[in-house]
């Protein structure tokens, strides 16, 4: 690598003092700085780190100084990324049987549909749909999705990609979100509350103008086609009662940087008995007056949740499971009791006395002025 004047300067000052390939603290930087006349030299700091309070030297070679960073495997400004298997992948979503498109469903897709980049957090309560309706969005337009599952633990390596052991060489492998760009498919941050502030590292990503992969000095531009979703059980500001715990306040300008926020509520009682309808016909076993009395017991259940009543609530995934239990082993009070066995003993007791008065056709009014 050849420098320009001046910092061929401090490169020649400093190797003086100290030889080629010294490594040097930020005093001796500091001190080898002042003895070539230049600033102090940060470009050399940031690019030549090799530990806290390190920077490596380049060795003299053939006359031309070149880098030579040890921290990591050496990796020219034009490296190829390694191929990942997911290249080779269809990665559109496979239809789910029996979905029912409802809410903001054609919002959404006509998102899709644009091709512009834009942006989209979808909140709302576990087990309503959020990632289920974008996903099968997708596969309805035939379009790839990659959809990775945010932790605490995600970091930058995760998202951008690092370096791998490869066929027994430590090479750079990208990853979902380099995959996504490149490919120019939608990417989805599943639970993306649960995220800490390392997920900052996407903010060039959210403005859709590309990303720098500092790790191998390659700068990827996002193809036509990129976009970014994202799901949370909140809005990003954290849980004030605590029933998602784990999740974060995350960063404010992070947040921003999505376009429009949408509110996914639970479906209606008649949208929802749809879709329980459809895993009923998935699962081969169908029985609407069993549909009917779910989606009702559900319903009533919610409205007690939301009036403050109660401190649990019976999802749609919760119904889909009951369904698919009912499936299995073909008694209705047995499919309740095994998937509602999750709650408390005094919040499944009375969620169980609740559904056998829906069953046996008592006043919905009644049930709703003290349904426990």
């Known amino acids: 690598m050849i420098f320009s004047p001046q910092k061929q300067k401090f490169i020649d000052a400093a190797t003086d003092m100290f030889g080629g390939g010294a490594v040097l ?3 001796n930087v500091r001190d080898a700085s002042a003895k070539a006349g230049v600033p102090k030299a940060g470009w050399f700091m940031k690019a030549h780190k090799v530990g806290y309070n390190q920077f490596k030297l380049p060795s ?25 298997n997911m290249e080779s992948q ?16 054609s919002t959404i897709k006509q998102i899709v549909k644009s091709g512009l980049f834009y942006p989209v957090f979808v909140t709302g309560l576990s087990g309503n749909g959020k990632t289920l309706m974008i996903e099968q969005i997708h596969a309805e337009m035939k379009k790839e999705l990659i959809r990775v599952n945010i932790t605490i633990e995600t970091d930058e390596d995760d998202l951008l990609g690092g370096f791998r052991l490869v ?10 979100v380099i995959e996504a760009m490149e490919r120019g498919c939608t990417l989805l941050l599943d639970e993306c509350d649960l995220g800490s502030n390392k997920l900052m590292a996407l903010q060039p990503v959210l403005e859709g103008k590309g990303v720098y992969l500092k790790k191998v000095n390659k700068w990827v531009t996002p193809k036509n086609g990129f976009n970014v979703m994202a799901t949370a059980n909140t809005k990003g500001k954290g849980s004030d009662d605590g029933r998602f715990i784990g999740t974060n306040i995350l960063n404010e300008a992070f947040l921003e940087r999505f376009a ?3 509110e996914q509520p639970y479906a209606t009682t008649a949208v929802e008995k749809k879709i329980v309808l459809g895993s009923m016909t998935k699962y081969g076993k169908v029985d609407e ?13 919610r409205k007690t949740f939301y009036d403050g009543g109660i401190d649990e609530l019976i999802s749609t995934r919760r119904l889909d499971h009951i369904v698919k239990a009912f499936a299995i082993f073909g008694d209705k009070l047995k499919a309740i009791d095994l998937c509602i066995a999750r709650f408390d003993d005094e919040t499944k007791e009375s969620f169980k006395d609740l559904y056998t008065k829906v069953d046996a056709g008592v006043d919905l009014n009644e049930v709703e002025e003290n349904p426990y």
């Open 25 to 27: 603290s930020k005093q």
């Open 60 to 84: 003299e070679t053939q006359g031309v100084v070149q880098t030579n960073v040890v921290s990591e495997p050496q990796v020219q400004t034009t490296v190829n990324l390694v191929a990942t």
């Open 90 to 105: 269809n990665l559109v979503p496979s239809p789910f049987e029996g979905f029912v498109p409802w809410g903001h469903h």
């Open 167 to 176: 066929s027994g060489e430590t090479k750079f492998v990208p990853g979902p």
């Open 260 to 262: 429009i926020t949408i």
């Open 289 to 301: 007056d069993f549909a009917t009395n779910l989606v009702t017991w559900a319903e009533v259940i």
